[in-house]
């Protein structure tokens, strides 16, 4: 058990009175101004102290919040973008459905509308796109020796491996893609189109009395089975006639861009 020394207490307590009553009648005031002298520079120092550890504690609050801020900001910024694409995304698909569907209707085509799902093939020239991969098959409708068109009513190629929910389609920019065409001229100039190292077309078996000139439209001849007549193939770039030979040639330049196809008609019979 804890003595309590009441003699010592009663001290204490005397002291602190005689302090209180000096203090009262400024007595200890020499002694006080005296100790603030002395102390004030420490506490200066360490007021000063003191508040540059606060502002440092609010400068890198203020930091983290900041940065905290901009990856908010970063991640919106990055959701609209997205955002932004896909609306991008379905307004371009949506238009090429509409230009689709007001070219198929006008013609009275049978068809079936198909997404690009892959481009190129093992065969394919490197870095020249000759075939598409399609996402319609046999299940479909869809069978070789079929033509595929763009949503304006360009032949984009012809299908030639077919599988249950898939199709491979040779451009017509491939050597492996023969159309029979027509020139859209007085002479109605035929021949058979093939694509000419995965870049333009070659229209060749033209009859060397048989005119056809640059600027003129080639156009399928419905003499194939299963595709029919008037789809556009191309424009006329140059002639190669040479007196010599039995047939001349033209060089077509392509009216779509493999590159730039999402969306693709099969034609029906």
């Not at 033509?147 to 012809?158: A, E, L, P, R, T």
Request: charged share 25%; with cysteine.
């Amino acid at each position: 058990m804890i003595k309590i020394d009441k003699k010592r207490i009663i001290i204490y307590l005397a002291v602190i009175g005689l302090l209180i009553f000096l203090y009262l009648l400024g007595i200890l005031k020499p002694i006080e101004y005296l100790i603030t002298k002395t102390l004030n520079p420490a506490l200066k120092e360490a007021h000063k102290l003191s508040a540059n550890i606060r502002n440092e504690f609010n400068n890198q609050t203020d930091k983290r919040d900041f940065q905290e801020k901009i990856y908010e900001l970063q991640a919106e910024i990055n959701e609209l973008i997205v955002e932004n694409a896909k609306h991008k995304r379905l307004e371009e698909e949506n238009q090429i459905l509409r230009d689709n569907l007001g070219f198929l209707s006008k013609n009275d085509y049978k068809y079936i509308v198909s997404n690009v799902i892959s481009r190129g093939d093992i065969a394919d020239i490197a870095g020249r796109t000759e075939t598409i991969t399609i996402d319609k098959g046999a299940r479909d409708g869809v069978y070789d020796g079929l033509s595929v068109v763009s949503s304006q009513g360009i032949v984009v190629g012809k299908v030639y491996e077919t599988k249950s929910l898939t199709a491979k389609v040779y451009l017509s920019n491939s050597s492996r893609c023969k159309l029979a065409a027509t020139a859209l001229n007085d002479n109605k100039t035929s021949g058979v189109t093939e694509g000419d190292l995965g870049l333009t077309i070659k229209m060749g078996i033209i009859p060397q009395a048989k005119e056809i000139n640059a600027g003129d439209i080639i156009v399928t001849s419905g003499l194939e089975k299963d595709i029919p007549r008037g789809l556009v193939i191309g424009k006329v770039k140059e002639v190669n006639k040479e007196n010599n030979e039995l047939w001349q040639e033209a060089i077509i330049e392509p009216m779509v861009d493999p590159d730039e196809i999402i969306i693709v008609s099969v034609l029906l019979p």
